[in-house]
Structure formats: structure tokens, C-alpha cells
């Protein structure tokens, strides 16, 4: 039984990967910009008793993230499994009319949030050498892949997403925490649409699978959910 924070646990992959853990009886923290909204997981948690805490985070909002951090310690004393899920795509960008707006949301969402959350939750993570931070980056956010100008203010998040994978790899490694960053596939959620090439649940057990067997050796590094090495 391990303790496992989801961001982003609303719907597509977030949820899904909830609900794989809860089936192999794992104790999880999901989070919700409204949990009351957040019908599925809800649901889940009336499923599984004691099993799901559902709390509210905005990672847009730092404030949100200190909110998650006073409430956490009612509901897990400590956290094995970190997994930096939530993310948002602006769709519809073209160069000459870039908006800050949308670089700046994304920014926040996508890589501020992510590295600000592991920073605050340091403190909690199991000291058992074996804790572990599953950043959700993409292939989109590859630097050395990318060949045309594309979905500008994601990419430039998840790239910067990377930077902050290895950088809190280095931070957290003398507590034996496992940074990485990993790719999810394709994968046909509202983000992914109807024509990406993975179910959610296929992008999930690859998801876990790569979870269960990188240890230490494995931080810092960007990967597949199907374990493969991306260029950074
Ligand atoms: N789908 C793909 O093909 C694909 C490919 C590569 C990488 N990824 C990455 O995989 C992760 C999950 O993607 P997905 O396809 O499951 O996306 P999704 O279906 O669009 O779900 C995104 C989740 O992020 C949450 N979220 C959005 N803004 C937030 C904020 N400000 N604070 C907290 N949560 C927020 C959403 O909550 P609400 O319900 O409240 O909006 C939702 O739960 C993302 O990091 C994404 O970049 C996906």
C-alpha cells in the first residue's frame, strides 16, 4: 500500500491513473480545481472508504498550493508518490498573435505549479528512500524534437516542466526521492481528442508500470510511458 497525490484527478489521465491505484488498494489523494464538481471522483470515494481524499488545488494559484499543504497532514501523514498530472493545452495558437495570457497560464499551470507543489510537499514525502515525483511532461515539450511551430505556449511549458524534473531531482535526491518527467502517449482525453492513439486506460498502465520500476538511478531522466529514453 503506498500513499499517492494525483493533480488534475477531474478526468482523463489523472483519473484513471486514481482509479488503478485504488484498485491495487494504494491510499490516494486526488485533487480537483472543484471537488464538488468532480463527480467520478467522488463516486470513487463513496467506492473506496477511507481509501480517497478528494481536495481542492488550483496550481495556477500558489495560494491554492499552500491551502493543499495545511489541509494534507489531516488526511496523510506522509506521501510515497507524488504525480504531477494536471495540465492545460491553449488550442489555436499561430505566430503573430501569441497572446501573454495564455503563455502565462500555462506557465503557471504547467511547470510553476508543478515545481512549487514538490517543493511544499518535500517535507511529507516518505523517508523510506523510496518516494517518487511523476512529472506529466510531453514529447511537444522536447527541445531536440521539435520541428515546426507548434502549440507554442504548451511547449514552452512542458520544456520549462523539464528544467525543473532535473532541477528538483538534484534537490531532492539526498532524501532519496525519485524525480523524473514522462511522457504519456497520445492519449484521447478532452486534452488529447478523439483521434490520439491510446485509450486512457493503455496510457495509464504504462504509466504505473514505468512508476513501479524506476528507482533512483532513473531521476532526472525524461521518458516514455512505455519506459523508452525521449531527448530532452
Ligand atoms: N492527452 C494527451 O495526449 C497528452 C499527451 C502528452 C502529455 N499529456 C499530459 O498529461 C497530463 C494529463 O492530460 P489529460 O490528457 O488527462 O488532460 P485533460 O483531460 O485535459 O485533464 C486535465 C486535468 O488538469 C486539470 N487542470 C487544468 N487546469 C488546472 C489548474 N489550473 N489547476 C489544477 N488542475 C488543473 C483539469 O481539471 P478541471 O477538470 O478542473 O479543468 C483536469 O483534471 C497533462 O499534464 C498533459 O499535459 C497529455
Not at 493533480?7 to 491505484?21: M, P, W
Not at 501573454?100 to 510537499?121: I, S
Not at 518535500?122 to 511551430?149: Q, T
Amino acid at each position: 500500500m503506498q500513499r499517492i497525490l494525483v493533480t488534475g484527478a477531474s478526468r482523463g489521465i489523472g483519473l484513471e491513473l486514481v482509479r488503478r491505484f485504488l484498485d491495487r488498494g494504494d491510499r490516494v489523494v486526488a485533487t480537483a480545481r472543484k471537488p464538488g464538481a468532480a463527480t467520478e471522483l467522488n463516486r470513487l470515494a463513496f467506492a473506496h472508504p477511507g481509501r480517497l481524499s478528494v481536495l481542492p488545488l488550483d496550481l495556477a494559484k500558489p495560494h491554492s498550493i499552500d491551502e493543499l499543504v495545511r489541509e494534507l497532514p489531516l488526511v496523510a501523514e506522509s506521501i510515497d508518490v507524488l504525480v504531477n498530472n494536471a495540465g492545460v493545452l491553449p488550442t489555436r495558437e499561430r505566430f503573430g498573435a501569441l497572446e501573454a495570457r495564455h503563455l502565462e497560464e500555462t506557465f503557471r499551470v504547467n511547470a510553476m505549479g508543478p515545481v512549487l507543489l514538490t517543493q511544499a510537499l518535500a517535507p511529507l514525502f516518505a523517508r523510506s528512500g523510496a518516494a517518487k515525483v511523476m512529472n506529466l511532461s510531453s514529447v511537444l515539450g522536447s527541445i531536440a524534437e521539435r520541428d515546426a511551430f507548434y502549440t507554442p505556449s504548451y511547449a514552452i511549458s512542458k520544456a520549462a516542466l523539464n528544467m525543473g524534473t532535473r532541477l528538483l531531482a538534484h534537490a531532492l535526491a539526498d532524501q532519496g526521492v525519485t524525480v523524473f518527467a514522462i511522457h504519456p502517449g497520445w492519449v484521447r482525453t478532452d486534452m488529447g481528442g478523439p483521434n490520439a492513439d491510446l485509450s486512457v486506460e493503455e496510457s495509464a498502465r504504462g504509466l504505473i508500470a514505468v512508476l513501479d520500476r524506476v528507482g533512483p538511478a532513473d531521476a532526472g531522466r525524461f521518458l516514455t510511458f512505455e519506459g523508452r529514453e525521449l531527448p530532452w
